[in-house]
């Protein structure tokens, strides 16, 4: 099959940006918002997806992973390409808009040439624009995490991102981190939406009955377009159950397959599936439920330039925080796609105009914070990063704090896949700590356990992200460490693949019968007190000015 | 202890061989028999230990539970409508007490 | 990463404030082998199961290992002539593998059952099922019984 991609025309057919080479004024001037738009129309329906941004209004830097491994099928397949062989894969030059955009490549001084990324006040220009091409063809869905983790959607409790989203008009969405608002808040906010909140796979845990709509039906340039939602499966696991205690998630495949015959006997022509799954769920399903078109992954923040094929069912991974959105343009006829063609359209802040009326709500909800958010606390010497499967710089100063703060021997800090990236020599503002840390259980918690304890917990979470099989997976990354090292062999079985796990202060292997004093923070436990983790991120950070974290805590990677 | 069940007919009305789907939730601990007190000592067994469905009289369906039920136990199932009348459901706990439920099917 | 350190209390559900797990829970290494071997040939009179037929639906990871929601299905069209009469469901790794035990017959309509069941760690759940012809059929499910998330 030939490749239906539209080519990120942003530098990627030209020559490359040599890293650091030119001024970041060169840089913009080789891109134009018409470049990031162009795209030659196909078909009949054009689906407009945006996930995970994780209720970041402003443009960002956010460093794609260099390291995120795959296991058992999805071994060396994308998502779990990084880096140069990213680049290699998708012929995309070292050096280029794209790569930037994409890779962990350069990112220093590519970040420095290309500037931020996303803005929701952007994003409304792309959509605008697209709509204004395509009409009443264009279906635009928000695959969820939207309604949490900045300042201001912590403080609003998600409204601030319910009333900038209801300006794009979304014709539905799924919820994954919206449940740590609590279910009476999410059912508050989804009421009033004016759009369907959906959810194919929560039931009352009394009853056993849908707790929120499946699907909803949509027509668009003549195709009756069946959207079914998928929230995060694991919602009450990885996050705190008691917050929607009387909900049941799960993955519900044959509910899902119930869901699509139903769809097609309504009269679907097309079958969307609106999914937080995470890429390898999303992958699985799409070999065994059959009669989806068209999933719209979620969850694992996945940026790809294009489509994944998975039998007759279309994969899209549209990235996070913002930073790109996805147009799927289909041709439908007959019940079946014909033809499709595809774009990853990536947000650079400096090249796509805002949007004034989403530019004027945006300021509105940030003014009477403006000020203390924009206070430098600190300034960092080197790159500061989260995602990746391991310890990021992020999380190193995160420990750091944890330690020193709570006055422990050993840190843990949760591997959220969220969180903004610093460069060298930048200014820590208080918004960069909220953006790293703002939730609604922010407890840095101060306890006990023993040695074998804790290689019960890094054994677990490592299962939850290693397990063969994607259906036994949660997304997110491994739990950062500081205090210990430990070497993980991700090719081994659940309980066997931890092994020297040792105390960074005495060098010596963790005695499993001996109770350290362990601090973290994100708890699903209720109940758990400390205080919020920003505040002793913010201390921390204030105390010492200037931050160069080294390893807080060590981990060598085995069975890659 | 007077329980009383709580139990859902997805139909009060069928026609005759249709599948008619029931749910019934009960409050009781289920104690499983495993566990200790705060003084070491064990906590006696005391579950649900049977459950019983009749249609009109007649058993359509029913189940032996085992301590590992959860607390509260639930239970979903189905029968065919053949004839009209009470559907009564009859839990039966360790200590030989029962606790019932009914509703009634019309079956035309 | 998500350590939930209460796991075990959390478990001890119901009344008396005891902080034992509900059936010796434990989220480390596999538990010795239970029962489930004795009671699959006790129900079937050391006849082996067949593979096929039975359905189990389960979660692939328990939200809560108190009440994890367990659906059994076994293919028949429960008539007179060739119905399911009793399934056993058993839990591999719990200090006993006992479940519960459904009895269906033709008037079931259906050989479907849903109820919430105990699990103390990581295992598989089973399901085997009798026909009227004297037939037996196994389905089984692992269910991972986790400590910790990590929510993305």
């Not at chain 1, 918002?33 to 196909?42: H, W």
Request: hydrophobic share 40%; proline share 5%; net charge neutral.
């Amino acid at each position: 099959m030939i490749s239906r991609r539209e080519l990120l025309q942003v530098g990627a057919a030209t020559a490359a940006l040599a890293p650091g080479g030119w001024s970041r004024a060169f840089a913009q001037q080789r891109m134009t918002q018409a470049d990031l738009l162009r795209f030659e129309a196909v078909g009949n329906v054009t689906l407009v997806h945006l996930t995970d941004i994780h209720a970041q209004l402003m443009p960002v830097l956010f460093r794609e992973p260099s390291i995120n491994l795959g296991v058992g099928d999805a071994r060396g397949h994308v998502p779990h390409v990084t880096g140069r062989d990213f680049l290699d894969l998708y012929k995309i030059p070292a050096g280029s808009a794209a790569a930037y955009a994409l890779t962990s490549e350069d990112f220093t001084a590519l970040a420095r040439s290309y500037g931020r990324l996303g803005g929701l006040d952007r994003i409304a220009t792309v959509l605008k624009a697209i709509r204004a091409e395509r009409g009443d063809r264009t279906v635009f869905l928000d695959g969820g995490d939207t309604w949490q983790n900045s300042y201001t959607s912590m403080l609003t409790k998600g409204q601030d991102m319910v009333d900038c989203m209801a300006l794009l008009k979304p014709d539905a969405m799924v919820g994954h981190w919206e449940f740590t608002l609590g279910a009476e808040r999410v059912k508050a906010i989804a009421e009033k939406l004016g759009f369907p909140f959906l959810a194919q796979n929560i039931r009352d845990t009394e009853w056993n009955e849908a707790a929120f709509e499946p699907m909803t039906m949509l027509e668009r340039g003549g195709v009756k377009i069946a959207v079914i939602g998928q929230a995060f499966p694991y919602t009450p696991i990885a996050n705190p159950r008691w917050m929607m205690p009387n909900w049941s998630f799960g993955i519900r495949e044959e509910d899902l397959q119930g869901n699509v015959e139903k769809a097609r006997q309504q009269g679907a022509g097309l079958v969307v599936l609106l999914s937080h799954n995470g890429f390898d769920v999303d992958r699985k399903l799409a070999a065994r439920v059959k009669g989806i078109d068209v999933i719209l992954t979620g969850h694992t923040h996945d940026a790809l330039p294009d489509v994944v094929r998975i039998g007759r069912t279309l994969l899209v991974a549209s990235g996070s925080h913002g930073k790109f959105v996805s147009r799927l343009d289909l041709d439908v006829r007959g019940g079946e796609v014909k033809d499709f063609r595809f774009k990853l359209i990536p947000i650079f802040s400096d090249v796509i105009a805002p949007d004034a009326e989403m530019a004027g709500k945006i300021a509105a909800i940030r003014a009477p914070h403006e000020k203390m958010l924009g206070e430098a606390i600190g300034r960092t010497e080197t790159l500061l990063y989260r995602r990746g499967n391991f310890n990021g710089t992020l999380d190193d100063v995160i420990c750091d704090a944890l330690l020193t703060e709570r006055d422990a021997e050993i840190a843990l800090s949760p591997g959220f896949r969220w969180g903004n990236s610093l460069l060298p020599g930048q200014d820590i503002t208080r918004e960069d700590i909220y953006n790293a840390t703002a939730l609604s259980y922010p407890a840095a918690y101060r306890t006990t356990m023993t040695g074998a304890r804790l290689k019960e917990v890094l054994e677990d979470v490592a299962d939850n992200l290693f397990n063969p099989d994607p259906y036994y997976q949660q997304g997110g990354d491994m739990v950062r460490v500081g205090g210990v090292s430990f070497t993980i062999d991700v090719s081994q079985n659940a309980g066997h693949r931890i092994s020297d796990l040792k105390s960074l202060r005495t060098g010596k292997p963790l005695d499993a019968a001996k109770d350290y004093v362990v601090t973290g923070w994100a708890s699903v436990n209720e109940g758990t007190e400390g205080p919020a983790i920003w505040d002793v991120v913010m201390r921390h950070i204030e105390k010492r000015r200037v931050v160069a974290p080294g390893e807080a805590g060590r981990v060598r990677v085995l069975g890659t | 202890m007077a329980v009383k069940p709580r139990m859902k007919l997805d139909k009060k009305e069928a026609k005759k061989g249709d599948l008619v789907e029931v749910k019934a939730l009960v409050s009781h601990v289920m104690e499983s028999g495993q566990r200790k007190d705060s003084a070491g000592n064990t906590i006696p067994r005391k579950i649900l230990n049977k459950f019983v469905c009749t249609v009109a009289g007649k058993q359509v369906f029913a189940a032996d539970f085992e301590p590992a039920i959860s607390a509260n136990p639930y239970i979903q199932f189905k029968f065919k409508a053949q004839e009209s009348g009470p559907v009564v459901l009859t839990w039966t706990d360790d200590d030989g007490s029962t606790i019932v439920g009914e509703e009634t099917i019309k079956v035309s | 990463m998500i350590p939930n350190f209460n796991r075990r209390q959390a478990l001890a559900l119901g009344a008396g404030a005891v902080t034992v797990a509900v059936l010796g829970a434990s989220s480390g290494p596999a538990l010795a082998k239970n029962d489930s071997d004795e009671a699959i040939a006790k129900f079937t009179g050391g006849k082996t199961p067949a593979q096929g037929k039975v359905k189990l639906d389960l979660p692939e990871i328990a939200e809560n290992g108190n009440t994890v929601p367990m659906t059994v299905t076994v293919e028949s069209p429960m008539t007179e002539q060739s119905h399911v009469t009793d399934v056993l469901i058993l839990a591999s790794e719990n200090p006993r593998s006992g479940v519960a035990t459904f009895h269906f017959s033709p008037a079931s309509g259906i050989a479907e059952a849903n109820t919430r069941i105990r699990l103390a760690a990581t295992q598989d759940v089973i399901a085997v099922a009798k026909m009227n012809d004297g037939s037996f059929f196994m389905a089984r499910k692992q269910v991972k019984v986790t400590i910790g998330g990590c929510g993305g």
